[in-house]
Structures are given as structure tokens and as C-alpha cells.
């Protein structure tokens, strides 16, 4: 994974957005393998082990400064959220990445890993039992899919020999510390906002993040014939999202969604939400989207045997050990009193 100079000293694996959940969780793997670890995002990721670099894919001087001296890269950063200006999305994941690979390549990089999405393939319609297939930036839905497909073939376009490439889509990924997902999950279960689409019958694969963060790592130490390909990560255990949801409820302590509303309503009521946040950017995140409609009453899961075969990986936890880790992570929360107003009603 790792080289060393003449002296001795181990050169460092760059970790790119060590400041979310999978970010970290992948740094702190690779340390815990005895590897040289330094972390570049916008944040600190106050990492004990890891040389904190602070920057943006935006900066072409900063991110030289990160890489320079790296034997090995892994891309997590991106913008992420569900609204906003598509150009925002392309400064950070389509440029960015791009001026990413070429100090990469400047700098002497030999194992570039890309993290994208399976979204990159997803164009609406159900996924059942399929490998990863190719990234579609013209049909992608929503500017996160879209510039996350344009970043990874442009990725894969930078594997050579000097510089190994490959891309890695790790699915709905999950976990203790999870503030995209499971924060937004239980917030809406606990204020009665959070509906199921088609009953929630959908069959979906999500991700483990030790199990997704292990995938990543595996994949520095792929293989010859690995590189250049794209792979889907999940837990190879795909189950209907009402139960997903439920699970993420129990381990909180908060209502199990029950109310069903017709997928073709969400989808509808998503497109004009969008068309009101677009011009009230300050209200925040949206309640509904269509991109979350389609994700929440569209079956996708996938082939995993491509993925193992290739990364020599298989998860180690399960979802219901996965779900057990997450009702002990947030055991102290669901224990504490409500809070009050300064009139003392909850």
C-alpha cells in the first residue's frame, strides 16, 4: 500500500474528505494497519495518528501541498447535499477531481482510488441483482449523480501503469456517526415527517461503514487486473426499505414510519419542491426531492461476486450486528431527557 524512502520512513496514503463518517472510518483503518495516513478536507479531521492538511479541491496549491510525498491516494471528498447550483457540484467533484489526478500524477502517485456512487449508473428505473454498470452523466439524476459520473470517467481515464486508477461505489452507507443518513432518518421518524413510499416495499442494498471503509483499503492492494474498473460495495444484503428504516428507528428509540404514500405523489410533490427551493436556497433541505423519491421506491441492489472476486474483500459485519452498533452508539442520546423550552414544555 504504502512505499519508503531510502531512509526508512513510510510515505503517507492521502485520505481526501477524512472529515465524514467513511472518510474517517478509512483512515483510521489504514492506520491501524501500520500505514502513514495524512487526511485533506476543507474541516479538520483531528485524527490522532494523521497529518491534518486543511484545503479545497478548488485550490490548486493546496491540494499539490496534500499530495506531494504520497505513495497512494483515496478521493472521498465531494459535495454531497441534495439541492443547489449544479455548478457548485461540478467546481468540487468534476474539477476537483481532475485537479486532484494531475498533482497526483505530478507528485509521483502510483494507486489512485476513487470513491464514487452507484448512482453514477442509476437512471431511474429498478436495479435487481446487477454488477456495477457504466457511469452515464448525460441520464445520472441530480447534479450529485451527474458530476459524480463525469469524476469517475474522467478517474478512470487517468489509469496508466505509472498511476493505477479504479473506482469504488460504496451503496447507502451507514453507521454510528452517520449524519447524512441516519441522523436525517431519525429526525424525521421522531417529528411524524417520515413517510414510506409504496409501503417501503422496495428491496435496496445499503452498506456497513467498517465494512465499506475495509473495501476501500482492500482496494489500494487490488490486484493487477482490478485496476481500471468500477466496483459496487454494499453488504450483499439487500432487504426492503421499510425495514431499513425500521431498523435505524429501533436503534434510536423513535416511531417506526407506518404511513404510506403513493411513489408517483412523492415524485410529483419532489419536482415542486425543488422548483420552490431553487429560488429559497435559505429554507434549507428540502423535504422531498425527486432524486429521494426515485431512490426510496426503486429496487436496487447488485451483484456482489465481481466486487469480492476482484478486491479479494468480504464485509464483516452484518446488518443486524450493524443495526446492534448502532443502538449502542446512540444509547446515551435516546436515554437523555427531552429537552425543554425556556417555558419548560418539551
Not at 491501524?32 to 496549491?61: C, I, M, N, W
Not at 486508477?165 to 447507502?172: D, E, K, T
Not at 475495509?214 to 432487504?239: H, I, M
Request: charged share 20%; net charge positive.
Amino acid at each position: 500500500m504504502s512505499a519508503r524512502h531510502a531512509a526508512g520512513s513510510v510515505l503517507p496514503v492521502l485520505v481526501t474528505g477524512a472529515s465524514g463518517m467513511l472518510g474517517r472510518a478509512v483512515a483510521t483503518a489504514i492506520l491501524a494497519r501500520g500505514h502513514a495516513v495524512r487526511t485533506f478536507q476543507r474541516g479538520a479531521a483531528d485524527l490522532p495518528g494523521a497529518v491534518d492538511e486543511r484545503g479545497s479541491l478548488t485550490d490548486p496549491a493546496a491540494v499539490a501541498r496534500a499530495v506531494e510525498g504520497c505513495t497512494a491516494v483515496v478521493h472521498l471528498a465531494a459535495k454531497v447535499d441534495v439541492t443547489g447550483p449544479e455548478a457548485e457540484y461540478r467546481a468540487v467533484n468534476v474539477e476537483g477531481t481532475r485537479t486532484l489526478l494531475a498533482a497526483a500524477r505530478a507528485a509521483g502517485v502510483r494507486r489512485f482510488v476513487m470513491v464514487s456512487s452507484p448512482s453514477v449508473a442509476h437512471v431511474g428505473s429498478s436495479i435487481v441483482g446487477e454488477p456495477a454498470g457504466p457511469a452515464d452523466p448525460a441520464r445520472a439524476r441530480g447534479p450529485y449523480a451527474r458530476t459524480k459520473a463525469a469524476a469517475e470517467l474522467a478517474a478512470l481515464a487517468a489509469d496508466t501503469p505509472e498511476m493505477r486508477v479504479l473506482a469504488v461505489r460504496p451503496h447507502i452507507v451507514w453507521g454510528p456517526g452517520d449524519t447524512q443518513l441516519v441522523a436525517r432518518v431519525v429526525d424525521r421518524a421522531r417529528r411524524g415527517r417520515l413517510p414510506l413510499l409504496g409501503g417501503g416495499t422496495a428491496l435496496i442494498d445499503t452498506t456497513y461503514v467498517d465494512n465499506a471503509a475495509d473495501a476501500l483499503v482492500a482496494a489500494l492492494q487490488a490486484p493487477a487486473d482490478a485496476w481500471g474498473g468500477s466496483y459496487v460495495v454494499t453488504n450483499g444484503e439487500p432487504r426492503p426499505v421499510r425495514d431499513l428504516l425500521a431498523g435505524m428507528c429501533r436503534a434510536a428509540g423513535v416511531p417506526v414510519p407506518a404511513r404510506s404514500v403513493p411513489p408517483g405523489v412523492a415524485r410529483v410533490a419532489g419536482a415542486a419542491i425543488e422548483r420552490v427551493w431553487a429560488v429559497r436556497p435559505q429554507w434549507g433541505e428540502p423535504p422531498m426531492t425527486r432524486f429521494v423519491a426515485e431512490q426510496m421506491s426503486t429496487a436496487h441492489w447488485f451483484d456482489q461476486r465481481r466486487t469480492r472476486e476482484a478486491l479479494r474483500w468480504a464485509p464483516a459485519v452484518t446488518l443486524d450486528e450493524g443495526f446492534a452498533r448502532l443502538a449502542a452508539h446512540l444509547a446515551p442520546a435516546a436515554a437523555a431527557p427531552a429537552p425543554t423550552s425556556p417555558e419548560g414544555r418539551v
